[in-house]
């Protein structure tokens, strides 16, 4: 490098000279705050959160009771509720009547193989004459009869219909009943040589404890000792008959004795 003028020195000298006292400068502004106030700073701010501490203590405090009071005074208020207002009751369960049918259902009948056992006469519960007759069995006869009088035949809604009167077993009244007529027969008898043209219509009748409906042809029983007869359409698959008995059945006590609660449950099984 060349050497220097003379004069370049002395401007060089002023510069230095002046940052150094700007740097000294500098120094002495960073440590102008004491140490003795940075000590009470910090006092302050332990202060304030002490002072913190203490507000959320006491707000949870207040919190706490405010909760405490409201669940008293709900209690207070639902204890005056139930004292006021009576709890409701349901009203108490009626007894149910027990069925007439059910209670007086002591009919008696023996069976075997699943089949009434019958004798040659059985005491008959007609369900329509509400009437008990002594009914004569008789494997003979297709077809089981009831001693009718008076028997007139009518239509009714475009059917053909009867009315007959049957006889009130132990008194000279009569019945009068109207049934429709299911069809009619020829029954040729070995007394007569002309076959005699009967009706036949359904009745539901009771032997024992068995209850049925079957046809019934209308005749003049007066001459004959039985004023029903029990054939051969109601023993098929449902009664055996014990030769040389009678009466092996017994009909329930209520209905012999004119129990009509009893009677009415015996048509509601048609």
Wanted: net charge negative; glycine share 6%.
């Amino acid at each position: 490098m060349g050497s220097k003028p003379n004069g370049s020195v002395p401007l060089a000298l002023p510069l230095l000279v002046i940052l150094t006292g700007l740097a000294g400068c500098s120094a002495d502004q960073y440590f102008m705050v004491p140490k003795s106030n940075l000590e009470t700073v910090n006092a302050s701010v332990q202060n304030q959160r002490a002072t913190l501490v203490t507000m959320e203590n006491n707000a949870k405090v207040r919190f706490e009771q405010t909760i405490d009071d409201q669940t008293a005074s709900t209690e207070i208020i639902l204890q005056a509720i139930s004292a006021q207002v009576k709890a409701p009751e349901c009203p108490p369960v009626p007894k149910r009547q027990a069925c007439p049918a059910a209670t007086a259902a002591k009919a008696v009948a023996s069976q075997l193989k699943g089949k009434l056992i019958v004798g040659e006469v059985e005491k008959l519960f007609l369900t329509a004459a509400e009437t008990v007759y002594d009914a004569r069995v008789d494997s003979g006869a297709e077809t089981s009869s009831i001693d009718a009088r008076n028997i007139v035949r009518f239509e009714r809604d475009g059917s053909n219909w009867v009315r007959f009167d049957v006889p009130v077993p132990g008194s000279e009244g009569l019945l009068t009943l109207e049934k429709e007529i299911s069809r009619r027969v020829k029954i040729l008898q070995s007394n007569v040589d002309d076959p005699e043209r009967r009706v036949v219509v359904e009745l539901q009748f009771v032997i024992g404890n068995h209850t049925q409906v079957a046809e019934f042809t209308l005749t003049d029983r007066s001459h004959l000792t039985h004023q029903v007869l029990i054939g051969r359409n109601v023993l098929r698959d449902v009664m055996l008959i014990d030769v040389g008995k009678e009466f092996a059945t017994e009909l329930p006590d209520t209905m012999i004795n004119g129990n009509s609660s009893y009677r009415d449950a015996i048509r509601d099984t048609l």
